[in-house]
């Protein structure tokens, strides 16, 4: 069987050519996994609805990115413009998160090619994050029943303050960040597990200090997983202060999605962080996380 991917064309958003954030990624992804026969065809999703939005987003900031009416304030915390092209990206790559979710209840492992958006929270979004595409498509799975133990694993180099905050009073959701001590935000949230790492972490006390938390949480009866695999703890990323491998990030998504696999819990991975210098490499080693699971679900 083939790994199902979610992935749209409006996954691209026109924020301007000279922007920090390597918006060409989604769209260079798409083929890469096209072109490396790592997928033959994607999944495409719906905008978000208003409704399922509102699980985990009060209904005015969602109106104010609508509408485009978002303060100053606001927009400048998000980092993008708020033009209607970014609107639009951040409906369709919430509403890819959810359906990755089903396709994960249907297939037992899927992928988006975009979400991760962990910095966003109930009251208004932050660092590159309009909508918590991962919290929207935890409270989507609840609602309907779906799902009642959810582990949120989060190994981007940035901590997932936005998850934890929205998650801090709900006992269905078990929130785990484990994320460079010293990165973005400044002022962490508690999640229900953090792990800080210093800076500089290599590879094998990285990998090890991964077993060692999976072999914590597995522990406990979670049925969903989703996993936040940011790639932004690459050594040459231009943000995360880590200095994990290519072959370091390849052997902690095989990691992540062996264990939870092996155990026959729904998994669905989405994309997370990465600023790497290099935007080949960026794109290659965001298609780790689809090539894992593609390795494990032809296994
Ligand atoms: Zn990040």
Redo the contacts with the bound molecule.
Sequence with gaps: MELPVVNHEDYFAKIGDDHKFPINKFGELANYLIQNKIVSKFYKPSPCSFETLSYAHSKNYILDIQNKTLSKEGVKKIGFPLVDSVVQRSLVATGGTVLASKLAINYGISCNTAGGSHHASYYGGAGYCVFNDVAVASHYLLNRGQANKILIIDL???QGNGNSEIFKDNRSVFTFSMHSKTNYPAKKSNSNLDVELEDNLEDDAYLNTLKYYLKELNQENFDFIFYIA?V?IHFNDR??KLKISDEGIKLRDELVVENFFSRRIPFCGVL??GYNKDFNKLVELHSMLHQSCAKYIGS
């Design positions: 981007d180099v940035h940011g932004d943000l995360g997370g962080g």
